[in-house]
Structure formats: structure tokens, C-alpha cells
């Protein structure tokens, strides 16, 4: 079970983390032309574009909630290094399981508290109103960055049960950067 678990894991992991990475990309490319139009059409053309700014700020904001759940990826915590250093490496890998399990369910928590707040906004019509774009589409990337973290972390706190086991090394699934 954990074989065929593992081996479709890493498949799954591989192809997420590339297109992660693409989006993540092709977002800071969208938010720095946007970014260069509204220099261009200020400073050179004297005739500044409408809502530029707002916009580059909004895709900011979501590229920063791509950027929660692509974390989550690392199954890493920050942890006091002397503490977690006086543990014996079955402990740390128990208290990072514990840490994903607890994570995990928070970040459940949050994902359900925030549907509610873009719920509350799509029901309202709430609109930016510059650009007049309904505001539930920029935070329900929030959501979805909650819950596919949640995900994550209920994974990584198998996996590093499978540490403590002795059935796994952290450097089998630990990605230590980003490109």
C-alpha cells in the first residue's frame, strides 16, 4: 500500500511543482508588463492607463496566496533549531508529523472561514471600484490556496510518519528550492 501510495505521490508531486512554477512565472510576467504599461503610458506617453496600479496590486495579492500553497510543497516548519537538534530523529520526525496534522487542520479551518467571507462577497456584489472587478474572484484563490495546502500537510504528516518508521528518508520528499 505505501509502495503504490509513494509511486503515485511523487508522480502527482512532479507534475504539480512544474506547474506551479509556470504559474507562478507566467503571474509575475502578467504583473510586471502590467507594471512597464502603466510606466510607459505615464512617464512616456504623459497619459496614464486606467487602474494599473489596482491591478498590479490584485494580481500581487494572488500571487502571494499561489505562493502559500506552493510553500506547503516543502513540508518544512519553522522550528527552534536547539530544541528540535536535542531530539532524536524518530522525535522530529513525530513533532513534524504532528505539526502537518495540526497545520493542516488550521489551514482547513481558515480555507472554511475565508469561503464564507467570498461567499458574503459574491452574494453582495462587492466590486473594486476602480476596475470594477468582483473582489470574491481575487480571494477565493485564498481558499483554494488554504485547502490544497491542507492537503499538503495531511500528505506530510503521513509521510513523516513514514520517517519515524524508518520506512522513508526526509530527503525523499523535502524540496529544499524553488526552481
Not at 35 to 42: D, H, I, P, Q
Not at 87 to 116: E, T
Request: positive net charge; proline residues 2%; glycine residues 6%.
Amino acid at each position: 500500500m505505501a509502495g503504490s501510495f509513494w509511486h503515485h505521490y511523487q508522480r502527482i508531486q512532479h507534475v504539480l511543482h512544474t506547474w506551479e512554477k509556470v504559474i507562478a512565472a507566467l503571474f509575475m510576467l502578467f504583473i510586471s508588463a502590467v507594471v512597464l504599461a502603466g510606466v510607459f503610458s505615464r512617464y512616456v506617453l504623459r497619459e496614464p492607463l486606467y487602474g494599473t496600479d489596482r491591478l498590479a496590486t490584485y494580481l500581487f495579492v494572488v500571487l502571494s496566496f499561489w505562493g502559500i500553497q506552493m510553500a506547503s510543497g516543502y513540508y518544512e516548519h519553522i522550528t527552534v533549531g536547539v530544541v528540535r537538534h536535542w531530539l532524536k530523529p524518530f522525535w522530529q520526525a513525530v513533532f513534524s508529523s504532528l505539526g502537518c496534522a495540526v497545520s493542516s487542520g488550521f489551514l482547513v479551518y481558515l480555507g472554511w472561514a475565508a469561503a464564507g467571507f467570498v461567499r458574503f462577497l459574491y452574494e453582495n456584489k462587492e466590486k473594486d471600484l476602480v476596475l470594477d472587478i468582483p473582489f470574491w474572484i481575487i480571494y477565493v484563490f485564498f481558499v483554494l490556496a488554504a485547502l490544497v495546502s491542507a492537503v499538503r500537510y495531511l500528505i506530510g504528516a503521513y509521510l513523516w510518519l513514514e520517517v519515524a518508521r524508518g520506512r522513508l528518508l526526509p530527503e525523499a520528499f523535502q524540496r529544499k528550492s524553488l526552481v
